[in-house]
């Protein structure tokens, strides 16, 4: 099978339990604002989308990618979704992650920076270009963390497993701030304050803390999630818990002890 197959079969199959996450999350949170703030379609609540995920959802619009380009959907009336335009970006579009009123999009070879100044059609701001790999992105006010790693997957010939953190106080021009070398492929991730959780496919979560990240330290774990089968590859922080995403299935974790943490349900394949 070809690299590139190979690479888009992995982030279509890492993406489908993302995207259900994602209508998840924002329908309970919906659920809690009341039917007369719902069904006016204004207000909308933003989806908790995760960092492989190639559909996000912020506040009327629906954004998804392809391989090349942002496809933009009006959802102001659910029962009646209304295409909106595509954006052309560029080859090897992989994934989608929103911040305020900007979009995060990785690709194969970068990470593209877009603008909601108008929800309805996307600006491009910036880019910032990285080596051929695998790359889920997430964000926050001054940096972005990306993943990459090149296996046989991804389809590449160098071995790579890092995170890169890109300064962008300045969205208009991104730059890599440092590299952290791990010991395990990277896949999905999130945060939380100074807490950075990262999925390792069989090796599990690991909890990095982010200010030994930027000061270079050779070890910035904090601690980790093993056993339960695990083979994760995406990890969202929703409402006070994490919830990670594996081959095996969706589990929901309890962290208030980042020490000691904590399974507290799971939804099998097979159950």
Aim: net charge negative; aromatic share 12%.
């Amino acid at each position: 099978m070809f690299p590139l197959i190979q690479n888009n079969i992995e982030i279509m199959k890492n993406s489908i339990i993302s995207i259900i996450l994602i209508i998840a999350l924002g329908f309970l949170f919906s659920c809690s604002k009341g039917d007369m703030e719902v069904s006016s379609g204004k207000n909308s609540p933003d989806g908790k989308s995760g960092s492989t995920a190639r559909i996000t959802i912020k506040g009327n619009y629906l954004y998804a990618v392809d391989n090349s380009s942002l496809k933009v959907v009006d959802i102001s009336n659910p029962a009646s979704p209304i295409y909106v335009r595509t954006v052309d970006i560029g080859f090897g579009i992989e994934t989608i992650y929103p911040f305020k009123d900007y979009l995060f999009i990785g690709s194969n070879s970068g990470m593209y920076i877009f603008g909601l100044s108008d929800p309805s059609n996307p600006k491009q701001l910036s880019e910032f270009q990285h080596i051929t790999s695998c790359d889920p992105v997430i964000a926050n006010d001054t940096l972005a963390f990306v993943t990459l790693r090149n296996n046989e997957i991804c389809g590449r010939w160098t071995d790579t497993r890092e995170i890169d953190v890109i300064n962008i106080k300045d969205v208009l021009n991104p730059y890599l701030e440092t590299i952290y070398y791990t010991q395990a492929y990277p896949h999905g991730l999130d945060m939380l304050d100074t807490l950075l959780f990262v999925c390792h496919g069989t090796d599990g979560v690991i909890v990095y803390d982010i200010n030994k990240i930027m000061q270079g330290a050779g070890n910035a774990e904090v601690t980790s999630i093993t056993g339960f089968d695990l083979n994760v590859f995406d990890a969202i922080i929703w409402q006070n818990k994490l919830f990670v995403i594996g081959e095996s299935g969706f589990y929901q974790f309890d962290y208030s002890d980042i020490n000691n943490i904590k399974l507290i349900s799971s939804i099998l394949k097979g159950q």
